[in-house]
């Protein structure tokens, strides 16, 4: 980032926390190919602000780290809120869509590292189950 557009501007680039912050409301995504499609690694760098190989050590603009429910909450209910959708997914209500996945250990009680090692157990759409893991 910062080779592309200069330290002063990167430094503003990805400003999650300050965002929260200040009551924007933010989401996260997938923007494949530029980004993996795999929500789970956004999670973590959300949370580390690190990449795949723990680079940069501490994480880049550590300051713009969240929490692991502020990175949850990004991809969930901000996703929802960013397609207008807030009504109808980012959440599990009645009423709501029903679209969830189960994993394999609990995301807010593990440290970020363990977000990459986690197995998606079943796949919900809907409330209907669509994918069942071993």
């Known amino acids: 980032m910062e080779q592309r557009l200069g330290r002063e501007r990167a430094a503003s680039t990805y400003a999650w926390k300050t965002m929260l ?5 933010i989401a996260g995504g997938s923007d494949a190919p530029v980004e993996s499609c795999n929500p789970l690694i956004g999670l973590y ?14 994480g880049w603009l550590p300051e713009q780290k969240l929490s692991s429910l502020q990175s ?13 959708a807030e009504k109808e997914k ?7 869509l029903a679209d969830f996945v189960v994993v394999d250990r609990n995301l807010l009680q593990i440290e970020p590292e363990q ?8 796949t919900y759409v809907g ?6 893991g071993e």
Do not use: N
């Not at 949850?72 to 207008?84: H, K, P, R, V």
């Not at 980012?90 to 709501?96: E, N």
């Not at 977000?115 to 079943?122: M, N």
């Open 115 to 122: 977000i990459l090692e986690t197995k998606i157990l079943a």
């Open 45 to 58: 760098m959300a949370i580390t602000r690190q990449d795949l190989k723990a680079y940069p050590a501490g």
């Open 127 to 132: 409330g209907r189950l669509v994918y069942q």
């Open 21 to 25: 912050e200040l009551g924007i409301p």
């Open 72 to 84: 949850l909450q990004l991809f969930t209910t901000g996703s929802a809120y960013a397609e207008f």
């Open 90 to 96: 980012g959440a599990l209500a009645p009423g709501m």
